[in-house]
């Protein structure tokens, strides 16, 4: 161990942990005895002397608060005593005063009911007898009523009976020529409906069951209507010219069965659709219904027979799932579409017919060689050239070949009514169709225009205070008014209240004259009020603050 | 202190085409006089073209906007088809390259200016048939603006003599749907016969 490292052991080390160690040492000590002495509870004279005295005084204040709140008590016994008692007296007062009321009430309602009683005996005696005449009356008003009424009610059945015939009969003209137009508009789509029964063809064996199992019923109930209907009218069939009656009354149910060769007549022209493979497949029982058969008639209607393969008629059963012109006659299989007629179809929109131009290129070049020999429409010789003239293209655009034919025909007649004039020379030349005194007056108009002189105004308009106050001003002024109630002379801090606010008003509502005023060494703006001749605090304030205003806008 | 009301406000007045009157017009002189296009024809003089007369009479003095809602009125005076500026699809700038190309019709509306420069110069815009009417009635507006700014700022051409007008693709040269080069053009004509009175000798 050399000297240095023994001297540092045994010294350096000691002063330099004893240096680190001791300042919190010494730190804690210094805080000691404070920390002793608060927490030691060890207490001087001093502060028991003032710990008693503290609890003196919690004492006294104690009781003071008791004998606080003793006087209080009393105090508020005394005064509910007195309160209570004062509260009966008034109730007993106010007791007898309703008791006496009470009984006069009584007195004079026991008098006026004595009085009503008579009155409403007179009355009910007078109004029994009223009522007596008058049910008098009414019965026999009724009786006549009633008599009347059943007379109307008989005519109106009478006449409902003939209406009920009529319109049972208007309808079964209608019906009847329906089924003409039906069977006439069958026959012109059947090119389209074989081809849409060829596409379903498939689709159509399994629906035709279903759809006949359906219709079943509903030839029924049909059939019955009817019969029923025919037993009524028979025989009323709107005959179209230039056609006989058997194809233009289609058999109906009930007669048909004793006039099949009609029907068969009529299905051999009604029976568009059918495939072939249909026809023989499938429909052999139309086509071959023996007559006076039992079998139902295939009517032309479209109704199924139950237990028969459905005919395709063309004119009743629309194909599931296929777009069959709906004839209107037949009745539909539910969750079928039902597609329009091909009258009601919609038209398509039909755009601007285009522009076709049949000449040839050599034909373009020449007329574009020379426009003044043709009255055609002058085309740039290009492939699908334009027009030449934007005039020409928006005739083009609009009305196609059509527009360029009426425009040749303009031009011829415009050629044939003025002859071949050549194109202006100059500018001049061509506007010399303009009324000489027109451009000769202009001139003279354009230099009014130039000479016409403004008024220059060389300092800023003084505005003067109307005598007649407005609305705004009156407001303001009462404002003010009721701020100056304490000071005396009103008056005279009216008017010049009116002129402060009115010159602020203005001049806010022209922010650029504001320079000009203050500019203006002789005009303060707000001059009247600035004086203090005023003793509004108010309306100094508003003074002041335009003055500020003021202030900044000349600045800016 | 003056009073300026607002141009903007209440509804647009309605386009009244005035050259619906007049009876439909007979070109009477050979297409290459009516029309000049750039392209076919560098070296024509455009000054001899432009100071040419209208190629009708002008019935009376009509108002610019007439001239700019009537195909029919712009119809009486000659048209320039500044077909060296091929607009790509969309587009309404002019390569400097481009502009160049404009040289001699600039130089030509110069000389008209210098010689009266109460001269007007009705600057059309046109696009194809590609895209929808309203973008390409805007596009034609830019169009025309573009060579407009480009008369004035390349060539000092005063702007109070120039007036633009996009027309979309309603006056197509080439009928055409489909996008064409031709049908992108932009057009001048020199309206002054149209829009004042000329002196008369």
Do not use: C, W
């Given at each position: 161990m050399s000297i240095r490292s023994k001297l540092f052991a045994t010294v350096a080390l000691p002063v330099l942990s004893v240096s680190v160690a001791v300042p919190p040492a010494v730190a804690d000590s210094l805080m000691k005895p404070f920390e002793v002495a608060q927490e030691g509870g060890g207490q001087s004279d001093e502060e028991l002397l003032l710990l008693q005295k503290q609890r003196q005084a919690e004492e006294e204040a104690a009781r003071q608060a008791a004998e606080q709140?003793?006087?209080?008590?009393?105090?508020?016994?005394?005064?509910?005593a007195e309160q209570q008692k004062a509260a009966e007296e008034e109730a007993a007062r106010q007791a007898a005063e309703q008791q006496k009321a009470a009984e006069e009430e009584a007195a004079r309602q026991a008098a006026e009911q004595q009085k009503a009683a008579e009155e409403e005996a007179a009355r009910q005696a007078a109004e029994q007898q009223k009522a007596a005449e008058e049910?008098?009356?009414?019965?026999?008003?009724?009786?006549?009523k009633a008599a009347e009424e059943e007379a109307a009610r008989q005519a109106v059945e009478q006449q409902k009976a003939a209406e009920e015939e009529a319109a049972r009969q208007a309808a079964e003209q209608q019906k009847a020529a329906e089924e003409e137009a039906a069977r006439q508009a069958a026959e012109q789509q059947k090119a389209a409906e074989e081809e849409a029964a060829r596409q379903a063809a498939e689709q159509q064996k399994a629906a035709e069951e279903e759809a006949a199992r359906q219709a079943a019923e509903q030839q029924k109930a049909a059939e019955e209507q009817q019969k029923a209907a025919e037993q009524a009218q028979p025989g009323d069939c709107v005959v179209p010219e230039g056609q006989d009656a058997s194809t233009a009354c289609p058999p109906e149910g009930g007669k048909a069965a004793q006039q099949p060769a009609t029907t068969e007549e009529q299905k051999a022209g009604e029976q568009p659709p059918v495939t072939e493979e249909q026809k023989a497949g499938e429909q052999p029982a139309p086509t071959e219904t023996v007559p006076g058969t039992e079998q139902q008639p295939q009517t032309g209607e479209g109704q199924p027979v139950p237990g028969t393969e459905q005919p395709q008629t063309g004119e009743g059963q629309p194909v599931p799932g296929t777009e069959q012109p709906q004839t209107g006659e037949g009745q539909p299989v539910p969750g079928t579409e039902q597609p329009a007629t091909a009258e009601q179809q919609p038209q398509v929109q039909q755009p601007v017919p285009e522009v076709v131009d049949t000449r040839t290129e050599e034909e373009k070049v020449k007329i574009a060689e020379d426009p003044a020999a043709t009255d055609e429409t002058v085309v740039l010789p290009v492939e699908n050239g334009a027009a030449v003239l934007d005039s020409d293209k928006d005739a083009d655009n609009s009305g196609g070949n059509q527009a360029r034919e009426q425009r040749q025909k303009l031009r011829e007649e415009l050629r044939a009514k003025e002859e071949d004039v050549a194109p202006p020379a100059d500018d001049a030349a061509a506007q010399a169709a303009i009324a000489a005194e027109i451009p000769a007056d202009l001139p003279q108009k354009i230099e009014a225009n130039l000479n016409e002189k403004g008024t220059r105004v060389d300092e800023a308009p003084v505005f003067v205070v109307p005598e007649t106050t407005n609305i705004v001003n009156n407001t303001v002024i009462n404002n003010t008014v009721i701020n100056n109630n304490t000071t005396v002379n009103n008056i005279t801090n009216n008017v010049t209240e009116a002129t402060i606010v009115r010159a602020c008003v203005t001049m806010r509502k022209r922010p650029t004259m504001i320079s000009f005023r203050a500019a203006a060494p002789a005009k303060p703006s707000c001059a009247p009020a600035a004086t203090g001749s005023s003793p509004s605090t108010t309306v100094t304030a508003t003074s002041c603050s335009a003055r500020a205003w003021t202030a900044t806008a000349t600045s800016t | 202190?003056?009073?300026?009301?607002?141009?903007?406000?209440?509804?647009?007045?309605?386009?009244?085409?005035?050259?619906?009157?007049?009876?439909?017009?007979?070109?009477?002189?050979?297409?290459?006089?009516?029309?000049?296009?750039?392209?076919?024809?560098?070296?024509?003089?455009?000054?001899?073209?432009?100071?040419?007369?209208?190629?009708?009479?002008?019935?009376?003095?009509?108002?610019?906007?007439?001239?700019?809602?009537?195909?029919?009125?712009?119809?009486?005076?000659?048209?320039?088809?500044?077909?060296?500026?091929?607009?790509?699809?969309?587009?309404?700038?002019?390569?400097m390259s481009q502009a160049k190309t404009m040289r001699k019709v600039a130089a030509a509306m110069e000389k008209i200016l210098a010689k009266d420069p109460g001269e007007t110069f009705f600057i059309e815009g046109h696009t194809d048939a590609v895209g929808s009417d309203r973008s390409n009635l805007v596009l034609s507006d830019k169009r025309a603006e573009s060579v407009a700014s480009l008369l004035t700022e390349v060539y000092g051409i005063p702007p109070e003599n120039l007036v633009t007008q996009g027309y979309g693709e309603r006056f197509l040269k080439?009928?055409?749907?489909?996008?064409?080069?031709?049908?992108?053009?932009?057009t001048i004509r020199r309206v002054t016969p149209l829009v004042r009175p000329v002196a008369q000798r």
């Open positions: 709140q003793r006087a209080a008590e009393e105090e508020a016994a005394r005064q509910a049910e008098a009356a009414r019965q026999a008003a009724e009786q006549q | 202190m003056i009073y300026a009301p607002e141009r903007d406000e209440g509804p647009r007045p309605a386009i009244i085409d005035v050259g619906y009157e007049l009876p439909p017009m007979r070109l009477r002189i050979p297409v290459r006089d009516y029309i000049a296009d750039v392209s076919d024809d560098p070296d024509r003089d455009y000054y001899e073209f432009l100071a040419e007369p209208p190629v009708e009479p002008v019935e009376r003095v009509y108002t610019i906007d007439e001239v700019r809602h009537s195909a029919r009125l712009r119809d009486k005076v000659r048209r320039v088809d500044l077909d060296t500026i091929t607009f790509p699809t969309g587009s309404a700038e002019v390569s080439v009928r055409t749907q489909e996008a064409e080069q031709q049908n992108r053009r932009v």
